[in-house]
């Protein structure tokens, strides 16, 4: 069966990635993110290079992740506390109830995973990636899976759509769900798989 198969590298790629940005966090020194102040430019400037690095040059995952981000507006150093004793950590508030998976995916320690998630940008980000396409990728639909990655109820789902999808246009335009004339075989091949095509959530 080639569903395993897929499966099976996918979890291999993201344990290379999320292996690789955990060693980068090493060395870039995560305590020195978490000094930064709330809301700093500097800290603002780090969350763009990491989602631009996260998006690997799909502009419809970039336009994601800020949509997200926006959202969440969380910051590096952020851990704040939920009223079911969770905490939505770093600039895209990954819910801490997820440390432990995310433990596991690369191999290292839980603490040392929830560090990382709360003060290294491009780790968060990284995990916020993952999280967003692996519910795309059992749900099959862009819209469920903005609203997977806030909760798994439905109400809160739905107002959690909506809510992206206001980010998205305040920060892209109206256009941001419509199809454009695409210039280069690139922009046109990105076209036909950017799930932004599925347009606003209803």
């Known amino acids: 069966m080639r569903l395993p198969i ?4 996918w979890r291999s790629g993201l344990y290379a990635l999320l292996s690789l940005v955990a060693g980068l966090a090493l060395l870039s020194g995560s305590a020195a993110a978490a000094s930064r102040p709330v809301g700093s430019a500097t800290g603002e400037r780090e969350i763009a290079r990491c989602i631009q690095f996260a998006s690997a040059g799909r502009s419809w995952l970039e336009k994601t992740l800020w949509g997200l981000r926006d959202q969440e507006a969380g910051w590096i150093g952020a851990e704040v506390p939920n009223s079911n004793g969770t905490h939505d950590l770093g600039p895209l508030q990954v819910n801490s ?5 995310l433990s596991v995916l690369v191999d290292r320690d839980p603490g040392l995973v929830r560090i990382w998630l709360i003060n290294d940008p491009c780790f968060n980000v990284q995990a916020a990636k993952w999280l967003f396409l692996s519910g795309l990728r059992t749900s099959g639909s862009y819209w469920e899976a903005v609203g997977v990655y806030h909760s798994p109820t439905p109400w809160r789902q739905e107002r959690y759509r909506k809510n992206v999808a206001r980010r998205l246009v305040s920060r892209f335009g109206a256009n941001v769900f419509s199809p454009f004339p695409p210039r280069t ?6 076209l036909s798989s950017s799930p932004l095509a599925e347009g606003k959530p209803q």
């Open 185 to 190: 075989l690139s922009q046109r091949r990105e």
């Open 6 to 9: 897929a499966r099976a590298r």
């Open 97 to 101: 109830s997820w440390v432990a998976k």
